[in-house]
């Protein structure tokens, strides 16, 4: 079966770093999206990795592996308004997207 | 960017109503939209997919006679959720993807908080 495991839920401290990783198992893969979602919201979409390597969007990157089903997303500089749940998504040979259940993020301050 | 707007985004009616949903690609088309739901604390769960001139596709345990999709052009899905009871709460949320692009990502509308009394 399809399979994406992230970890249900992380805290970390206002103005460093935090990253989280996501793993996959899919009938093939055509890329993969990492969104954000605050409480109440629908997601926000934030990359979409298809090669492997480091892809950075400002205080955002986003890292991919296809050899070993791996991706993760890192966040820098921490802010208060960070706190959301992030969600791995993987295309698969279908073009269908298969949701990971989100890591809920916790900012202190 | 890409913009989808749902509408309307919140709803209070009685059980045994019935709701209608719609989704619009605002400035692209879209052959295929998606509906999820999604209950507190809890991950978006995928309803079906919408395609465009024809049936949706529903995901297993899905009832397509009560949650009834139309797809009737390039840019506007409605989901009806058919006499609604209180156990069809939930938030829904759809989104689209760009017609012939299907590595784009999916762009959200900003979902409907359903409340059935």
């Known amino acids: 079966g399809q399979n994406i495991d992230q970890p249900t839920e992380m805290t970390a401290t206002e103005g460093a770093i935090v990253q989280i990783n996501c793993t996959y198992q899919?009938?093939?893969?055509?890329?993969l999206f990492w969104y954000q979602q605050h409480a109440g919201e629908a997601p926000t979409f934030l990359s979409y990795n298809v090669l492997d390597g480091l892809e950075e969007k400002g205080r955002f990157s986003s890292f991919l592996s296809r050899s070993k089903g791996y991706s993760y997303l890192l966040l820098k500089e921490l802010q208060m308004k960070d706190s959301a749940s992030y969600l791995c998504a993987v295309l698969d040979s279908n073009y269908q997207l298969i949701w990971g259940a989100g890591t809920k993020l916790i900012i202190k301050p | 960017g890409a913009v989808v707007s749902q509408h309307p985004s919140w709803v209070i009616c009685k059980s045994g109503t019935s709701v209608k949903i719609e989704c619009r690609s605002l400035d692209f088309q879209a052959t295929t939209m998606f509906w999820y739901r999604q209950f507190p604390k809890q991950s978006l769960m995928l309803m079906a997919t919408?395609?465009?001139?024809?049936?949706?596709?529903?995901e297993q345990g899905v009832e397509k006679d009560k949650f009834l999709i139309n797809h009737a052009s390039l840019t506007l899905s409605t989901l009806t959720v058919t006499s609604a009871h209180p156990e069809d709460s939930s938030f829904y949320i759809c989104?689209?993807?760009?017609?012939?692009?299907?590595?784009?990502?999916?762009?959200f509308g900003d979902g409907t908080r359903l409340s059935i009394l």
């Open positions: 899919t009938s093939g893969f055509n890329g």
């Open positions: 989104s689209a993807r760009d017609s012939g692009k299907d590595n784009q990502p999916q762009h």
């Open positions: 919408s395609n465009e001139g024809s049936k949706a596709t529903y």
